[in-house]
């Protein structure tokens, strides 16, 4: 059976990734009743996360924000990696379900991480217990809290959606401090959801955005094989004349409703053929 889908457009806002640029966003209707059984199938379809909004960049002149994905089982750690894994063996890990209320510990850890690490980039403002569940978790995903602890000391979490076909990092802090920098906590984490994702016997690790060119998004690179996700294919090697397709055989939208000025939400006007040149690549049932 297939469905109708709102998608709403952001109104043009300052690019997190790229200076003196400008991003929009394209948002799927945060009141579909149905997205929590299709956010499988629109992660595919290069869409992402953030709270309970599912969004993918949709900028006018700009297509530098690539979704990617890795295949767990193809996937061999290099030498520094292997180091990490021996090192951080001493971790004790557990799980918690977005279900449960977040810990203060864990409000706390997240709240040192980024005044620390992310200082005046805007994450770091006006931090509260109510701002960080509501970045983190949805009342419709499959989302749980994975917990790195030295002894009793909590020195990571790693937020991860489980999907149908893999698994998905939202996000990952970790203690700033010095004494743990040796750990690489944040490349542990990947890691060990790698491990987990095969563990499930789920083929893709998605890893949210790339950007070519843009340094805090260098990391991501270091996990091979990586597909990008680009004009509505997933590609093994950015640089490839010939895109290879990842088949998915899923019933089309009848029809695609867009947001115009009307909307009560306050979004730009949108161009409906426009818009539906980018759309007609996302396929997806119910």
């Not at 920098?181 to 890691?191: D, F, M, T, Y």
């Not at 790698?194 to 990391?219: D, S």
């Amino acid at each position: 059976m297939s469905q109708d889908i709102n998608l709403y457009l952001s109104q043009p806002h300052e690019c997190s990734y790229l200076k003196a640029k400008e991003a929009n966003s394209v948002f799927v209707d945060p009141a579909l009743s149905t997205i929590g059984s299709l956010y499988s199938q629109l992660i595919q379809h290069g869409f992402r996360r953030s709270g309970k909004y599912v969004y993918r960049p949709h900028c006018e002149d700009c297509q530098s924000c690539i979704s990617i994905r890795l295949d767990v089982n193809a996937f061999t750690p290099n030498r520094s990696q292997k180091r990490t894994l021996k090192y951080n063996q001493d971790l004790h890990i557990s799980y918690y379900s977005s279900d449960q209320t977040p810990t203060e510990e864990q409000y706390q850890l997240y709240q040192e991480y980024l005044t620390t690490r992310h200082r005046n980039g805007g994450m770091d403002e006006n931090i509260s217990p109510e701002k960080y569940q509501e970045f983190l978790t949805s009342p419709w995903s499959d989302t749980e809290f994975i917990e790195f602890r030295f002894q009793d000391r909590l020195l990571a979490v790693a937020c991860t959606d489980i999907l149908d076909n893999g698994l998905s990092a939202v996000y990952t802090y970790f203690s700033p401090k010095p004494e743990y920098k040796k750990r690489a906590l944040g490349v542990n984490a990947i890691l060990w959801q790698i491990q987990e994702a095969k563990k499930r016997q789920l083929p893709w690790l998605y890893l949210g955005y790339w950007v070519k060119g843009c340094q805090k998004m260098r990391y991501k690179t270091q996990y091979q094989p990586l597909e990008y996700f680009y004009s509505g294919q997933w590609l093994c090697d950015m640089d490839e004349k010939k895109p290879i397709l990842i088949n998915i055989h899923l019933k089309s939208i009848s029809t695609i409703v867009y947001c115009h000025s009307s909307c009560c939400n306050g979004c730009a006007s949108v161009d409906r053929a426009t818009l539906a040149l980018i759309f007609l690549d996302m396929p997806l049932s119910r």
